[in-house]
């Protein structure tokens, strides 16, 4: 019979040519801050390399027209952070919006970024008020019902993620809706998907851990600076 052409990646395993998905709309990584962005677009980068994917990707801030201009014409994983909350689902888009559910714990995320970054904020009862407010705007937003219907949004929440990584990147993918050229379905190779979750594995369990231990290191700061009241409250 025919050779079919395939392409070994660096683990050894298999991708069939002819079944490389045609090239679609963009993905939209819709993130609230520290909600797990960074490892999600490295999976999904290496993902996509094993399976003969472009990984074209673009941090888009600023949602108006100006996109083309930073993004160019065809990137196909875009991330935003939809500040202005005023980025709208697109027919012909995917999305995936990443978030923490447990309000302490993205508000405690942030507020260590924030520190890291530009120093940590000067008052806590205005950074928790600011915050507060995006965190309940956003979540109002792209976790409306609508936006599910029409299966343009799909959401990944970053614990329900650290506790079944596999099953959710599978989720994210089968999200994406990929057509081969044959406008079949794309089947994704689970293995191949497994294996690179896998590498992450280590660094998953870590993070985690270390989101805990950081809370319990930074709930006396917040205790004397007013944070823990302040959360309590909320």
């Not at 196909?76 to 952070?81: F, L, Q, R, T, Y």
């Not at 294996?195 to 930074?218: G, I, P």
Request: with cysteine; proline share 5%.
């Amino acid at each position: 019979g025919q050779e079919v052409g395939v392409q070994e990646d660096a683990r050894n395993s298999l991708v069939i040519e002819d079944q490389i998905p045609l090239a679609q709309p963009p993905l939209y990584l819709v993130s609230f801050p520290r909600s797990g962005h960074t490892l999600v677009t490295k999976i999904l980068e290496k993902v996509f390399s094993a399976h003969g994917v472009p990984f074209r990707y673009c941090e888009n801030y600023i949602n108006s027209p100006e996109r083309d201009a930073i993004c160019g014409s065809q990137p196909n994983v875009i991330k935003s952070h939809d500040f202005d909350l005023t980025l709208q689902p697109a027919a012909n888009s995917k999305y995936v919006v990443l978030y923490r559910d447990e309000l302490k714990l993205q508000l405690e995320a942030v507020y260590r970024w924030l520190c890291s970054k530009k120093g940590c904020p000067k008052s806590m009862r205005t950074f928790m008020d600011n915050w507060h407010i995006y965190y309940n705007l956003f979540k109002n937003k792209w976790l409306d019902k609508s936006y599910f219907d029409g299966r343009r949004v799909a959401a990944l929440e970053y614990y329900a993620f650290l506790s079944k990584p596999t099953d959710s990147f599978l989720n994210l993918l089968e999200h994406l809706d990929y057509k081969t050229s044959a406008n079949k379905p794309y089947s994704w190779n689970a293995e191949v998907v497994a294996r690179v979750v896998k590498d992450f594995d280590v660094r998953l369990q870590q993070d985690e851990a270390q989101v805990l231990e950081r809370v319990a290191e930074n709930a006396r700061r917040y205790e004397e600076e007013g944070g823990t009241r302040l959360l309590e409250n909320i």
